[in-house]
C-alpha cells in the first residue's frame, strides 16, 4: 500500500523568501512521484513529476523538487516566494506497475504569503 | 472537450436523496479518476476506470456510492441515500493511459443538508 506524508498543513512564508513543502512517501515499488498546485476556487494543476529520470525535476512557476530515495523524500522548493504562490500544494505517489496509475494523495500544504 | 468538465458544479440536497454527479473525461483518455475532498482535508480516492478494464472501486466509502463510466468517455457518480457526510468537493481527473499527467475538473461542490 502506498501513503504520503506532507508535514505541515499550513506554511506561512513571506513574500522573496524560501518555500520548502515537504513530503514523505511509501511505496512497495519504486514510485512515480507529483506535486499538484489547488489554487482558491480553482481544479488541481500538476506541476512537477518524477518518473525516474534525474532525480532534480523542474516544473512550472519556478518550483522544483527533489527525488532522494534513501530519505523516501520529494520535497518541493522555490527560492522565492511571490504572492501568487498562495495556493494548496499536494504530493502524490502513484505505482510504476502496469496495473495503472491510481494516485494517492498527501493531506495537502496551504501556503500564505506574506508581503 | 479542452479539459475535463464536471457537472453540476453545485449541488445542494436534502439527506436521503440520490444524487448524480456527471464527468466529461478529456477525449482520448482512457484513465478516469474520482476523489473525494473534504473540507480542510487532502484528496480521497474514491475509483479508478482503465479503460475496458474492471474498475477498481477500492475507495468507495460504502455501498451507497457507486460510478459507472460508458466506454472512454462519460462517468457517473452516484450517491444514493445521501448523509451529511457525504458533504464535499467530488473531483474527476482523466490521464491518456498509465502512469501519465491526470488533468482535473473543478469538481462539484456536494452540500447534504
Known amino acids: 500500500a502506498q501513503s504520503v506524508t506532507q508535514l505541515g498543513s499550513h506554511v506561512s512564508v513571506s513574500e522573496g523568501a524560501l518555500v520548502l513543502l515537504r513530503c514523505n512517501y511509501s511505496s512497495s515499488v519504486p514510485p512515480y512521484l507529483f506535486w499538484y498546485v489547488q489554487y482558491p476556487n480553482q481544479g488541481l494543476q500538476l506541476l512537477l513529476k518524477y518518473t525516474s529520470a534525474a532525480t532534480l525535476v523542474k516544473g512550472i512557476n519556478g518550483f522544483e523538487a527533489e527525488f532522494k530515495k534513501s530519505e523516501t523524500s520529494f520535497h518541493l522548493t522555490k527560492p522565492s516566494a511571490h504572492m501568487s504562490d498562495a495556493a494548496e500544494y499536494f504530493c502524490a505517489v502513484s505505482d510504476r506497475g502496469a496495473a495503472g496509475n491510481k494516485l494517492t494523495f498527501g493531506g495537502g500544504t496551504r501556503v500564505l504569503v506574506k508581503p | 472537450g479542452a479539459g475535463v468538465s464536471q457537472s453540476p458544479s453545485n449541488k445542494v440536497t436534502e439527506k436521503g436523496k440520490d444524487v448524480e454527479l456527471r464527468c466529461d473525461p478529456i477525449?482520448?483518455?482512457?484513465?478516469l479518476y474520482w476523489y473525494r475532498q473534504r473540507l480542510g482535508q487532502g484528496l480521497e480516492f474514491l475509483i479508478y476506470?482503465?479503460?475496458?478494464?474492471?474498475?477498481?472501486k477500492s475507495g468507495l466509502p460504502s455501498d451507497r456510492f457507486s460510478a459507472e463510466r460508458t466506454g472512454e468517455s462519460v462517468s457517473t457518480l452516484t450517491i444514493q441515500r445521501t448523509q451529511q457526510e457525504d458533504s464535499a468537493v467530488y473531483l474527476c481527473a482523466s490521464s491518456r493511459g498509465v502512469n501519465t499527467e491526470a488533468f482535473f475538473g473543478q469538481g462539484t461542490r456536494l452540500t447534504v443538508v
Open positions: 476506470f482503465q479503460g475496458n478494464s474492471a474498475p477498481d
Open positions: 477525449s482520448g483518455h482512457t484513465a
